[in-house]
């Protein structure tokens, strides 16, 4: 979700050098950027907090999106180095009161939050925002992507039906390509070997490989996950499905729509930012959705 604000604000500021700071399996995310947008890759394996602050250098301005103690630290080094720092705002109680039910409306999306920090200088003539897109080639689209797993159980959608969603696509005669990690793999081999036209590319490829091949797809079928924003970058439609969480807490992907999110209206919901907690009933009924909505959503 920074890509497109930094990328924005590189084309406003062309003047202006811009380094980001995130972990080297990032690298791929960046790599269409403006000329003036340098990605810093940091790999926490074989370098220190110390070491990666030692090589960075100075800079005019900070802008911390990530507000965890890491960042923090950095923070304070680069301000004892004379750099003006300005750290992200979460709205952390408003999501509380979202996801306890006393809040009833769409909070700030996390991409205007970090357009906020970003917007540090007055050499900005315009609040950073999140109109421009990255230029994409144009591409023949054809198949469905499916990423069925998400990080954290309230968000993700029982695999049975999943599987369901999967055969009855396949029985249509669309070709599927199963997005996952190493990890995940072996349960989508299965799927693929089981069904007719469903390819499994999960742990196969790299970062940019796979932002290449979503590009190419009609649509993306994602929880609310990491393949929701990686759709996104590349301009592929996701339908999205959610159980505890919910797009009104600012995490759904750039420029996608909430008329393509599959969820509950439930009053429970949601009950959770991120998925993490457990389902008070115990049966997370918010995830209690029939594969067939899925598919005519598809």
């Known amino acids: 979700m920074l890509v497109p604000v930094v990328r924005e604000a590189a084309e406003q500021l062309p003047e202006t050098e811009i380094t980001v700071l995130s972990q080297q399996r990032m690298s791929d995310l960046f790599r269409s950027m403006p000329a003036n947008v340098r990605f810093y890759g940091v790999d926490w394996q074989q370098q220190s907090l110390r070491e990666v602050v030692k090589d960075l250098g100075s800079f ?15 923070d304070l080094r680069m301000w004892l180095r004379g750099a003006r720092v300005r750290t992200i705002w979460k709205g952390r109680f408003a999501k509380w009161l979202l996801t306890h039910g006393l809040l009833h409306r769409p909070l700030k999306h996390s991409s205007e939050r970090y357009s906020d920090v970003i917007h540090i200088s007055k ?58 990690s190493k990890d995940e793999r072996e349960a989508l081999d299965k ?16 970062l940019a490989e796979e932002l290449d091949m979503i590009r190419g797809l009609r649509v993306m079928v994602s929880m609310d996950s990491a393949n929701m924003h990686l759709a996104s970058l590349v301009g592929t439609r996701v339908v999205s499905i959610w159980g505890a969480t919910h797009p009104h807490a600012g995490f759904l992907g750039v420029g996608q ?23 008070k009933y115990g049966d997370y009924r918010c995830l209690d959705i029939e594969p067939e909505e899925i598919v005519a959503r598809i």
């Open 60 to 74: 005019d301005y900070v802008a911390d999106v990530h507000g965890v103690w890491r960042s923090w630290y950095i």
């Open 257 to 279: 729509s909430e008329s393509d999110c599959v969820q509950r209206d439930l009053k429970c919901r949601p009950c959770s930012v991120y998925g993490n907690k457990q389902c």
């Open 123 to 180: 050499q900005y003539r315009k609040k950073v925002g999140l109109t421009t897109k990255q230029p994409l080639p144009s591409v023949q689209k054809s198949g469905i992507g499916i990423a069925p797993f998400a990080a954290h159980k309230g968000k993700l959608y029982p695999l049975a039906r999943m599987e369901r969603v999967v055969a009855m696509l396949s029985e249509r005669g669309e070709k599927i390509v199963l997005f996952g």
């Open 191 to 206: 799927w693929a070997a089981k069904y007719p036209n469903v390819v499994c590319i999960a742990g196969q490829k790299s």
